[in-house]
Nanobody, 121 residues
Framework: EVQLVESGGGFVQAGGSLRLSCAAS????????IGWFRQAPGKEREGVSC????????YYADSVKGRFTISADNAKNTVFLQLNSLKPEDTAVYYC??????????????WGQGTQVTVSS
């Protein structure tokens, strides 16, 4: 069965970095788009980044361009999101999802459980 498991969240000061991982099983990530989304309390789920299939096309929300980087280790069937220059407004639960492509949550079929990222000022 399809499973996605996020890890790597935590507490960090503004300006710091985290690396989130999304370990996939039940499918090969090369054949799907993998998206990263985030949701802060009281706010809508926001598309952050996606990696589109084996072609490796990458897309980012304007709010994270230049700070976040999506990548994949195909041998490990894992997608990463490197979060640099973190800001308090980046605080959210971060989810990975499979399906896509795009930055709309409605384009994705499978979701991980989420990992909390908290950025202090």
């Amino acid at each position: 069965e399809v499973q996605l498991v996020e890890s790597g969240g935590g507490f960090v000061q503004a300006g710091g970095s985290l690396r989130l991982s999304c370990a996939a099983s039940g499918f090969t990530i090369d054949n799907y788009a993998i998206g990263w989304f985030r949701q802060a309390p009281g706010k809508e789920r926001e598309g952050v980044s996606c990696l589109v299939g084996s072609g490796g096309s990458k897309y980012y929300a304007d709010s994270v361009k230049g700070r976040f980087t999506i990548s994949a280790d195909n041998a490990k069937n894992t997608v990463f999101l490197q979060l640099n220059s973190l800001k308090p407004e980046d605080t959210a639960v971060y989810y990975c999802a499979a399906g896509g492509p795009g930055l709309s949550q409605y384009e994705y079929d499978y979701w991980g459980q989420g990992t909390q990222v908290t950025v202090s000022s």
